[in-house]
């Protein structure tokens, strides 16, 4: 049971453009989102994360929208540069209590190609 | 500040034997949690430690363990080893009370042969 999704498996986009990362979840309890960018071998690196309280959370070129009624955020990274390139996962928490935040699940990952 | 640093990098075991892995976290942070990466399961959550008891775990067999110490640092034990032990295993540390973000190390990349 994936409780955390990633539907797209690669995105391409031209540098400068923007690109949007999208993630689905089904588990009505979580409660924390993250977003991470990986590269193969490496240990993911922390984006931008968001709460369910929030709708929008912004860090300078990246944005994450939480749409809670869909069960769906996204990603935008604008404007797009080729160092951007790598898996980017979506995850998420669920309070519970305040003791289950050191459990993330993660989604599947994209992999983001930007093409100077 | 030091991240989060993983010991050792890469591992070469066989079949049946024991390995363990170490973890220290970023100093101040309570919360160790151990993942699993796999090019057919992503990342899978193995087990979180808190001020030395276990406080999380997901859904591995108990061939899977770990232990944190007072001063935060974990190490991760896997016993009788099998092929499909073989991946990429990240510790993350956190404060550990409320939401925050998780901070990776760079992962022990184990291979059992």
């Known amino acids: 049971d994936q409780q955390v999704k990633q539907n797209s498996p690669s995105l391409s986009v031209q540098e400068g453009r923007i690109s949007i990362l999208n993630c689905d979840y089904t588990?009505?309890?979580?409660?924390?989102f993250l977003w991470y960018k990986k590269y193969p071998a490496e240990g993911p690196t922390f984006l931008i994360s968001?709460?369910?309280?929030?709708d929008k959370n912004e860090d300078g070129r990246f944005t994450v929208f939480l749409n809670k009624s869909a069960k769906h955020l996204s990603l935008h990274i604008v404007p797009s540069q080729p160092g951007d390139s790598a898996v980017y996962f979506c995850?998420?928490?669920?309070?519970?209590?305040?003791?289950?935040?050191?459990?993330?699940?993660f989604g599947q990952g994209t992999i983001l190609t930007v093409h100077p | 500040k030091a991240g989060v640093t993983q010991t050792p990098r890469y591992l070469i075991k066989t079949r049946g034997q024991q390995v363990t892995l170490s973890c220290s976290p970023i100093?101040?942070?309570?919360?160790v949690s151990w993942y699993q990466q796999t090019p057919g399961q992503g990342l899978q959550f193995l087990f979180e430690?808190?001020?030395?008891?276990?406080?999380n775990k997901g859904n591995f067999p108990g061939r899977f363990s770990g232990r944190q110490f007072s001063n935060s640092r974990s190490e991760m034990n896997v016993s009788t080893l099998e092929l499909g032990d073989s991946a990429l295993y990240l510790c993350?540390?956190?404060?550990?009370?409320?939401?925050?973000?998780?901070?990776f190390g760079q992962g022990t990349r184990l291979t059992v042969v």
């Open positions: 995850a998420a928490s669920d309070g519970a209590g305040g003791t289950s935040y050191g459990k993330l699940t």
């Open positions: 993350a540390s956190s404060p550990g009370q409320g939401p925050s973000e998780a901070f």
């Open positions: 430690y808190f001020s030395e008891t276990q406080r």
């Open positions: 588990n009505s309890m979580f409660d924390y």
């Open positions: 968001i709460s369910s309280i929030k």
């Open positions: 100093s101040g942070h309570r919360s």
